[in-house]
């Protein structure tokens, strides 16, 4: 079996006020797959991400990156995993949608026209394509998810975190969302998607983890966790919606 891209054991973090906000966490990430992290709100969904990309330090446990500890693999988590945080107004940094776009690029050494020609086919990826002038802040709500991303394909990132992809966008941008989730799965690269609204995405996972209080409850074969969902963990049965696994997308499945 491949070596994990992220490997984590016994990952536990207490805060200082005492709450745990994950516990004993033991997770592995494949290159390639396309994991579905779900959990009700404060399940330590977005945490436990956060501490896989080194933004938060575990109390306890160890995380690896491709076989390396942590601590020294951030410029490697750093070149190779992209992150679309849950408010995507927090990672706008560039004047521009072209500025911003750059931004990675430019940081991992790209110049002029390897950069130039990397932001154009990441914005005509992303649908951003003509809004190159146009200011990040006064975009959509769906358009400044896709710019996060556009920022992302610019810098090649073979990993993409992406934090509730769907929260606040109308049935056009989850669409939108879900076609750059497609593309980036059919190019193979690693995705781990938070959410819980299973019903728009789950069609695309390889893999289901259920987070529940800091706990990890469950990691398998979507289907298998769907069957065996126990309820109190606060995750809607996506079947309510569409009676298969197979059809929970709001595309159809790849
Ligand atoms: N700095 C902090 N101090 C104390 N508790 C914290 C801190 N940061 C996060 N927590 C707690 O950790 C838990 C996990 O939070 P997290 O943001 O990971 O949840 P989540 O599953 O992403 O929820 P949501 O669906 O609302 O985004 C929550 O109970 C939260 O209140
Ligand atoms: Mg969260």
Same mark, same amino acid.
């Given at each position: 079996m491949?070596?994990?891209?992220?490997?984590?054991?016994?990952?536990?973090?207490?805060?200082?006020?005492?709450?745990?906000?994950?516990?004993?966490?033991?997770l592995?990430?494949?290159?390639g797959?396309? %994991?579905?992290? $779900?959990?009700?709100?404060?399940?330590?969904?977005?945490?436990?991400t956060? *501490?896989?990309?080194?933004?938060?330090?575990?109390?306890?446990g160890?995380?690896?990156?491709?076989?390396?500890?942590?601590?020294?693999?951030?410029?490697?988590?750093?070149r190779?995993?992209?992150?679309?945080?849950?408010?995507?107004?927090?990672q *706008?940094?560039?004047?521009?949608?072209? @500025?911003?776009?750059a931004f990675?690029? #430019?940081?991992?050494?790209f110049?002029k026209? #390897?950069l !130039?020609?990397r932001v154009?086919?990441?914005? !005509? @990826?992303?649908? +951003? =394509?003509?809004?190159?002038?146009?200011?990040p802040?006064?975009?959509?709500?769906? @358009?400044?998810?896709?710019?996060?991303? $556009?920022?992302?394909? #610019?810098?090649g990132?073979?990993?993409?975190?992406?934090?509730?992809?769907?929260?606040? +966008?109308?049935?056009?941008?989850v669409?939108?969302?879900? =076609? *750059?989730?497609r593309?980036?799965k059919?190019? &193979? &690269?690693?995705l781990?998607? +938070?959410?819980? !609204?299973l !019903?728009?995405?789950?069609?695309?996972?390889d893999?289901? /983890?259920?987070?529940? &209080?800091?706990?990890?409850?469950d990691?398998? $074969?979507?289907?298998?966790? *769907?069957?065996r969902?126990?309820p109190?963990y606060?995750?809607?049965?996506?079947r309510?919606v569409?009676?298969?696994? =197979?059809?929970?997308?709001? %595309?159809p $499945? /790849?």
């Amino acid at each position: 079996m491949a070596e994990p891209l992220f490997l984590l054991q016994n990952v536990s973090k207490v805060f200082p006020n005492g709450t745990a906000g994950l516990s004993r966490i033991n997770l592995a990430v494949f290159p390639g797959e396309c %994991l579905l992290l $779900a959990g009700s709100n404060g399940s330590g969904k977005t945490l436990l991400t956060r *501490i896989m990309t080194g933004l938060v330090h575990a109390s306890e446990g160890e995380v690896r990156f491709q076989g390396v500890l942590l601590e020294k693999a951030l410029d490697a988590v750093r070149r190779t995993v992209g992150l679309v945080f849950q408010d995507p107004d927090s990672q *706008i940094i560039g004047e521009t949608v072209q @500025e911003d776009v750059a931004f990675g690029p #430019a940081n991992l050494g790209f110049k002029k026209a #390897a950069l !130039e020609a990397r932001v154009a086919a990441a914005l !005509e @990826e992303s649908g +951003l =394509a003509g809004k190159e002038d146009f200011p990040p802040r006064r975009l959509s709500g769906g @358009e400044k998810r896709r710019l996060a991303v $556009a920022g992302i394909l #610019a810098m090649g990132c073979e990993a993409v975190v992406m934090d509730e992809p769907f929260a606040n +966008l109308d049935w056009h941008g989850v669409t939108q969302v879900l =076609a *750059i989730i497609r593309r980036l799965k059919a190019r &193979k &690269k690693t995705l781990i998607i +938070l959410t819980h !609204e299973l !019903e728009k995405v789950l069609a695309f996972a390889d893999r289901l /983890v259920i987070l529940h &209080k800091g706990l990890l409850r469950d990691d398998g $074969a979507p289907k298998e966790v *769907i069957d065996r969902l126990d309820p109190s963990y606060g995750v809607r049965d996506p079947r309510a919606v569409y009676a298969d696994v =197979a059809d929970c997308t709001w %595309l159809p $499945a /790849v």
